[in-house]
């Protein structure tokens, strides 16, 4: 327990210190955004319902989404600014998780600063003209010092939502307190998720008492509670500068969300050290994105599998054999995207369907095609993105499989759903630990619907010439057999004595170089 | 010398609403008019007319002869004092802050401002204690003198007020009455003010401005107020005509019982 304890406050400066910058660059940008747009449109009730509107309509977009669709947004304007102006945006990490956050927090901030000034007392409105106002001087005089304390109050409930709302920029490749959540889901730590709400919430804490601190001195006129607060925001954002900006590593290693690319990221990043190379890691991607930010030259290295880049990135539909398809993937990705297929690390992680062995033998399935003949009779849980990928289609095709209902779970939920009964079949994977520790069978595929899933280090096109690198690298390949990744994702996935991922990559290290059998060439 | 205030044929629309028609009116140097009549009569728009709270749809309002739409307006309104019944002290502001606005706008310092405070509260019959004050910690009364001292803070010549004792009580009234009076002699103001009350019009000033739909149905001495055969004087006198007649009476029946 303690051990878990250790792990995650020794993340918590990097993990605290980006997320303080995310979040204060977005509050500033927000604040400086919605205060003159209040100005502009408070005393205009047309401007006034299209702004509050629309800054209404962004509200209600899930924040996860919110942060999600800014990849593509990115992505897209990217390559216009890359044509016009030869120059290309970051489309991971900062800059997408800054627009969402900002977006989502200009609401509460120009809510109530339009509220606080067409809250003006019409009696007050009165005696600024009448003493001889000009428009400017009731505006710095009247309208702004009153509407000060209300909007304040705004960019509180703001800083509230954004710190929250910062955790989830993790899936877009922001470190930020979620690292702990997300990881933590995944892995099933507890201690992870729990520390990273709590984290997050003392830093939401922390950060309202402040600017609580400075709305109390705007409404009472107290300079002297004003500057207090402010200075101590100002200090606590830039010491995070200073923790979240020290670091700077060369290289990028990504990882999807799952134990085995958590581990496998943490080997990666331990055999560049031991190399002299510093890397820093972005985990927590979806498929899709990862894989365009490799391509992109926004990440650096990281492992995918050789059916997910034939279906889901190549968009092939047959499965050609082995050693073709391998070759195939080889060159298409050298030659359309420039990336660099190292080579397979030794295992497979394919996409299998999963039952309770007891279960299974009582239905007597052994294949997938038994499993079609009682699928009626049985509910299917999948993880989140299995039910629309390829590999579905065509599995359900080839063995015209349907199911009594299908539920997608995150993939931890879904392993409990299987033993908890709540699902009799799951889309799991074949290298994860839980599967011998579980007692649980992965169904075969007699007509090879779903393509071989090989452990691919894939490396971007601007590294392929990078020989540090890919001597770092090249010790991988071929060198982890499914027993020892099965048994490293075990070490994590487990619920007692649970390793952190970096541990268990350690392990696979010392595996590595205790066998003296050389790597295949 | 021309008058302080002179108003020729102005006229206000809303839309297709006469606010007012035609109304021409001087007022003297020194001279203490109040401007009486129904609610919805127009008093206060012709009052707001003057520094151009409200501009005229037709006609010409002139101050000390020059046309006042001819003047740059904050210029206008920071040469008038503004006394009404919402009194609209800034709640930001102190006591002190409030009252030296007006002169602070027209540059003057903060500095400069400090005896000037403490005069105006002086004048107004207010402790200098209120000066480090909020609105919010003082009474009706209290706020409405610093109402008026506000409006005395750039040395007007002109006073404009609407219903100054609209939101007082009977005792506050009449105390506030005798020193808007008195200020009026002592600063030698020419004085327009908008009330609705005939006997607070009757006890404090020099001519009554009868304003009915818009229009000017009287203009005269409170004397003539009194002798008016017009119905509508009449009714609107009636009520002040009624107390009075009930408190002499009540005043001379222990004297008949001696």
């Known amino acids: 327990m303690s051990e878990q304890w250790r792990a995650a406050l020794a993340l918590l400066p990097e993990y605290l210190g980006q997320h303080v910058l995310l979040s204060a660059a977005a509050l500033v940008i927000a604040t400086l955004i919605s205060l003159p747009t209040a100005l502009l449109v408070a005393s205009r009730p047309t401007g006034r319902t299209i702004v509050l509107g629309l800054a209404r309509l962004v509200q209600t977009i899930p924040g996860l989404a919110l942060i999600a669709l800014f990849y593509p947004i990115l992505l897209a304007l990217s390559g216009v600014t890359q044509q016009r102006f030869g120059f ?8 997408p998780a800054l627009l969402a956050l900002t977006v989502f927090a200009i609401l509460p901030i120009l809510q109530n600063a339009v509220l606080g000034l067409t809250s003006i007392a019409p009696d007050v409105i009165e005696a600024s003209d009448a003493v001889g106002m000009t428009r400017r001087q009731r505006l710095t005089l009247v309208d702004i010092p009153l509407a000060a304390p209300i909007a304040m109050a705004g960019l509180r409930t703001s800083a509230v939502w954004t710190i929250g709302a910062a955790t989830l920029a993790t899936p877009v490749g922001q470190t930020s307190l979620g690292n702990y959540i997300f990881s933590g889901l995944q892995t099933e730590n507890w201690v992870f998720v729990l520390f990273g709400c709590l984290a997050a919430a003392m830093l939401a804490i922390v950060a309202d008492s402040l600017l609580a601190l400075v709305e109390h001195g705007v409404a009472r006129r107290r300079i002297r509670l004003v500057i207090a607060g402010v200075a101590a925001l100002a200090i606590g954002v830039a010491a995070a500068g200073a923790t979240g900006l020290h670091r700077t590593s060369t290289y990028v290693i990504a990882a999807k969300n799952f134990s085995e690319q958590f581990i496998l990221a943490e080997l990666i990043g331990q055999q560049m050290r031991a190399a002299g190379l ?18 992109a030259g926004d990440v650096d290295v990281y492992v995918d599998y050789s059916g997910t880049l034939w279906t889901n990135v190549m968009e092939r539909s047959d499965i050609p054999p082995h050693k073709e398809m391998l070759a195939a993937i080889t060159q298409w990705m050298q030659r359309e995207r420039g990336v660099k297929v190292l080579g397979s690390l030794g295992f497979q992680n394919a996409y299998g369907f999963v039952m309770r062995r007891q279960r299974a033998q009582e239905l007597g399935i052994s294949t997938i095609a038994d499993l ?11 993880d989140l993105e299995f039910t629309v990928r390829p590999e579905w289609q065509s599995a359900r095709s080839a063995y015209n499989l349907n199911f009594r209902s299908i539920r997608t779970y995150d993939p931890t939920l879904m392993y409990r759903a299987l033993m908890g009964g709540e699902a009799d079949v799951i889309s799991g994977f074949t290298s994860d630990g839980r599967i011998a520790a579980s007692d649980l069978v992965v169904l075969s595929d007699p007509q090879g619907a779903i393509p071989p899933y090989d452990a691919l280090l894939l490396v971007t096109g601007a590294r392929a010439g990078d020989a540090r690198l890919l001597d770092a690298l090249k010790p991988l390949v071929g060198v982890i057999n499914i027993e020892t990744m099965r048994s490293a994702n075990y070490t994590v996935d487990r619920d007692n004595d649970k390793l952190t991922p970096a541990a268990a ?9 205790r066998k003296d059998d050389p790597p295949t060439p | 010398m021309p008058d302080v205030i002179e108003l020729n044929r102005v006229g206000l629309r809303f839309g297709a609403q006469d606010i007012l028609r035609e109304i021409s009116l001087r007022v003297a140097h020194n001279e203490f008019v109040s401007i009486v009549g129904p609610s919805g009569s127009g008093k206060t728009s012709l009052l707001k007319c003057v520094n151009r709270l409200v501009e005229p749809t037709s006609g010409l309002v002139s101050i000390d002869g020059s046309p006042a739409r001819e003047l740059k307006v904050e210029d206008l309104r920071r040469s008038i004092g503004y006394v009404f019944q919402g009194i609209g002290l800034f709640p930001h502001m102190s006591v002190a802050e409030n009252v030296s606005i007006t002169p602070r706008l027209n540059g003057a310092d903060k500095t400069a401002t400090g005896s000037l405070v403490a005069d105006l509260l002086k004048l107004v019959e207010l402790p200098a204690t209120l000066a480090a004050r909020m609105p919010h910690e003082l009474s009706g009364g209290q706020r409405q003198r610093v109402g008026i001292a506000r409006a005395l803070a750039a040395k007007p010549r002109i006073m404009l007020m609407d219903e100054p004792f ?9 105390s506030l009455g005798h020193s808007v009076r008195r200020l009026h002699q002592q600063l030698s103001l020419t004085t327009l003010m908008v009330t609705h009350d005939m006997m607070e019009a009757l006890l404090l000033s020099d001519r009554i401005v009868v304003l009915v739909d818009g229009a000017i149905r009287f203009d005269g001495s409170p004397a003539d107020v009194l002798n008016s055969t017009d119905d509508v004087v009449a009714s609107l006198v009636a009520v002040p005509r009624r107390s009075a007649d009930r408190i002499s009476a009540m005043l001379q029946q222990p004297r008949s019982r001696a």
Do not use: C, N
């Open chain 1, 88 to 95: 290309s945006l970051p489309t991971l990490g900062f800059l």
């Open chain 1, 372 to 382: 079609a003949r009682h699928a009626g009779q049985l509910s299917f849980g999948a």
């Open chain 2, 166 to 174: 609209g939101a007082l009580d009977a005792v506050t009234r009449e």
């Open chain 1, 278 to 295: 510093s890397s820093s890691t972005k985990s927590g991607l979806g498929s899709a994105v990862i894989f365009r930010a490799l391509a």
């Open chain 1, 505 to 513: 990559a350690q392990i696979i290290a010392k595996r590595l170089t």
